[in-house]
């Protein structure tokens, strides 16, 4: 029998502080090395998402709550070491991979929306981490405007970029083609 990484760590629920069914002091132990067994897994299907059509868009529907938990964790195993090199460089190959480049404006959309819609937690806290690292934001935002985007998409990056920095005292820079698209106007 094979069970789905997602949906054993989304039975977890890491990102409560309350397991669901570890209501003994004795089963802590074991679902915690369960949960330490199944983040790596988790991370290796996130980075494949980033690759894949409609890879990160899937993560704005609670059914996958338990891999938006991974990808949005503080300082989690995604977001390090390996992973983090791995992603970077995925993220890197925007200019030549449609998949990547759609993946990563899905991202800062996911991104935007936890930090913006007031519930203080877990996914808030680490979609702030994850903004405040220079290096994922500018690899993430070179990615995203690697290529002209249409209008429309272009004003909602645009939207999310000048709300970061004001907000979250971040510096995003624009391309030129997009300063050049905003004067057309």
């Known amino acids: ?39 790596p ?14 890879g990160v868009q899937q993560l704005l529907s609670n059914d996958f709550i338990g891999e938006k938990f991974i990808l949005l ?9 390996v992973s983090r090199e791995k992603l970077i460089r995925i993220f890197q190959a925007a200019p030549s991979t449609s998949e990547v480049r759609n993946n990563l404006v899905w991202f800062i959309h996911l991104l935007d929306h936890e930090l913006t819609r007031g519930v203080d937690g ?12 220079q290096d994922i934001l500018e690899a993430v935002w070179r990615g995203v405007f690697s290529v002209p985007l249409n209008p429309r998409l272009l004003g909602s990056c645009r939207q999310i ?13 624009m391309p030129k083609w997009a300063s050049s698209e905003a004067e057309a106007c």
């Open 161 to 173: 970029r000048d709300r970061w920095e004001e907000k979250l005292k971040v510096s995003i820079e």
């Open 1 to 39: 029998m094979t069970v789905d990484s997602g949906v054993v760590l989304s039975e977890l629920t890491p990102w409560t502080g309350y397991r669901t069914f570890a209501r003994e002091e004795k089963s802590r132990p074991l679902l915690e090395l369960v949960d330490m067994g199944i983040r």
């Open 73 to 81: 964790e503080k300082e989690g195993c995604l977001w390090t070491g």
């Open 41 to 54: 897994k988790i991370a290796e299907v996130l980075i494949e998402r980033f690759q894949q059509v409609g």
């Open 122 to 133: 877990p996914f808030k806290e680490g979609a702030l981490w994850i903004v405040h690292q």
